[in-house]
């Protein structure tokens, strides 16, 4: 098989991402160029897909078949990136680019949520919120960003199906079974962010103070 077709890896889109950080960090790309090029690399499938991304950065050495196929790649006719598909019906869509985004107060909480961002910050404050549903499902595609869930006390977590690549996850409530006024399920994928499920400020110390 031509080493340009074998599959790639998480590793290696790892690699090619800092490469493209370093590329931004030098005034080679800008933050808008970076995003194109990493929604390539993340639905890259071969080698030869992830290469085409660095084919005009100077300082960065391909194998000669990688760059030839790259240049093919990199031709007028290209093959449209595929289309997500829609979220299901009765589900939230949180979406955003470079921005900061938030939900607080008496905001009304479908049984499913969608977190949709590129370099973003969301943090999403549970505590006053108007459920439907004990359990709410978040699915999460973040990259570059930072995702923060504000629950009531008593409230539990589950963030067992996040799939992070460079990234941190981070839960401070009890997880397990539901039985308080709150189940979150988050599952999905972080690149380069991170994730933090917590109590409201204030909470630990009230209850050591009990």
């Known amino acids: 098989m031509d080493s340009r077709d074998l599959r790639v890896s998480d590793a290696e889109r790892e690699h090619v991402g800092q490469l493209l950080q370093k590329a931004v ?6 933050l808008g160029e970076f995003t194109e090029r990493m929604d390539t690399v993340l639905a890259a499938k071969t080698r030869a897909d992830v290469n085409q991304v660095l084919i005009d950065l100077p300082g960065i050495q391909l194998r000669p078949e990688y760059v030839q196929q790259a240049r093919v790649q990199n031709a007028p006719a290209q093959t449209p990136a595929p289309v997500p598909s829609s ?5 939230m869509v949180i979406r955003g680019r470079m921005s900061n985004l938030s939900r607080k107060g ?13 370099m973003s910050t969301v943090v999403l404050d549970f505590t006053e919120a ?4 004990q359990v709410v499902h978040i699915q999460v595609n973040d990259y570059l960003g930072s995702v923060t869930l504000v629950v009531p006390a008593e409230a539990t977590a589950d963030i067992n199906g996040i799939d992070p690549v460079a990234s941190s996850t981070n839960s401070k409530v009890r997880s397990g079974a539901p039985f308080g006024p709150l189940h979150l399920v988050v599952t999905g994928k972080l690149h380069f962010s991170s994730l933090t499920v917590r109590y409201p400020l204030g909470t630990a110390l009230r209850e050591f103070l009990r």
């Open 130 to 133: 108007v459920m439907h549903t």
């Open 25 to 30: 960090g030098q005034g080679m790309l800008s």
């Open 87 to 91: 979220p299901a019906a009765g589900t």
């Open 106 to 118: 008496r905001w009304e909480v479908p049984p499913a949520l969608q977190i949709d961002t590129r």
